[in-house]
């Protein structure tokens, strides 16, 4: 009989999982499996539990609850010498990486993707001495992941907060950072910066031409605008990401390995994978290329345009209207 080690996030996204647990148990006993149960109890309890989960040598991993969730799962298996295969039941507020999975917000649908899908090796980033799943980023409204409470994500949606305050760019400090990658160094001053893994950031942004397993990051960096009609340009870029992007004020590059030294004296926050990632004055972004397997349905072994396409067909895409509403309707 095979193991699996199910960490689970009672509190993710609007708490709903707890009203599945004992479906996604008989779904595992079903198929052969014996469940072992953890319920988070701190914020890095999920850390702890998933190097467990590896030194114990259990044949699978499962994690549910949101992207905070999944990461510290991978903060703790990526600190392992043997690595256990991961499946991911979303239960979050934005679950980007399972849209990037191509797994099923549904919980009883997730599971049957764990029991039934294949394993499919995914590129992990390292952020200094941390690890991420999708995305770090620092500048505009990056800390309301992180300090927004999780009622205020379950009442307003986390896509729509963020969005109201990228509206507000044009009063953002801008970051004096020097940046270096390939050979290349750009110095500049930036109001928002990210490197990412996934298929779209916060139901926003989609990265059409992306792969989890290529072994590059999508990188993007955003100027101050100096007018409202700028800020415009630049949005309309980001929900055309792949199509109309405004070059004189937004960057947009690959690479597998990238430093960002901040010139200011006070350096300032990242977010990583939702979370505080710290204020350190240098940061180093690598790529580990295949350094952990999901369990995926088997269609999606090789992942590109028609997944994203998909949930945003079937979740609706934001538009400049929509962004200005969100903005007046949160603006202080």
Request: hydrophobic share 40%.
């Amino acid at each position: 009989m095979k193991r699996v080690y199910l960490i689970i996030n009672l509190t993710a996204g609007k708490a709903v999982i707890s009203d599945y647990l004992g479906k996604i148990v008989d779904e595992f006993i079903k198929t052969d499996y014996e469940v072992t149960i953890h319920t988070t109890q701190s914020s890095e309890d999920a850390v702890y539990s998933a190097k467990y989960a590896c030194e114990n040598e259990f044949d699978l991993l499962v994690c549910a609850g949101g992207d905070g969730t999944l990461s510290q799962c991978l903060q703790g298996v990526m600190q392992c010498e043997k690595r256990v295969p991961i499946g991911y039941i979303p239960a979050g507020t934005t679950n980007d990486f399972a849209k990037s999975l191509g797994i099923s917000k549904e919980p009883i649908a997730a599971v049957k993707t764990i029991t039934e899908g294949k394993l499919m090796p995914c590129d992990i980033g390292g952020f200094n001495d941390n690890y991420f799943t999708y995305i770090v980023a620092f500048g505009a409204f990056t800390n309301i992941t992180y300090e927004t409470s999780q009622q205020f994500k379950n009442i307003f949606g986390h896509t729509a907060y963020v969005l109201g305050g990228l509206w507000q760019l044009t009063n953002i400090r801008a970051r004096h950072m020097r940046i270096e990658y390939d050979g290349i160094i750009i110095e500049d001053e930036f109001v928002f910066g990210m490197v990412s893994n996934t298929a779209s950031i916060g139901g926003m942004i989609s990265m059409n031409e992306y792969m989890l397993n290529d072994g590059q990051f999508e990188v993007m960096l955003i100027k101050k605008p100096a007018n409202p009609m700028q800020l415009k340009h630049i949005l309309t870029s980001l929900l055309n990401i792949n199509s109309d992007i405004d070059r004189e004020y937004i960057r947009f590059f690959r690479t597998d390995k990238i430093t960002f030294i901040s010139l200011d004296d006070d350096p300032p926050a990242w977010t990583r994978d939702g979370e505080f990632g710290g204020t350190a004055a240098v940061n180093m972004i690598v790529n580990h290329r295949n350094a952990v397997s999901f369990m995926v349905n088997e269609a999606n072994m090789k992942i590109y345009n028609d997944t994203i396409n998909e949930f945003n067909q079937s979740e609706g895409q934001l538009t400049i209207e929509d962004i200005e509403d969100i903005a007046s309707g949160l603006a202080p």
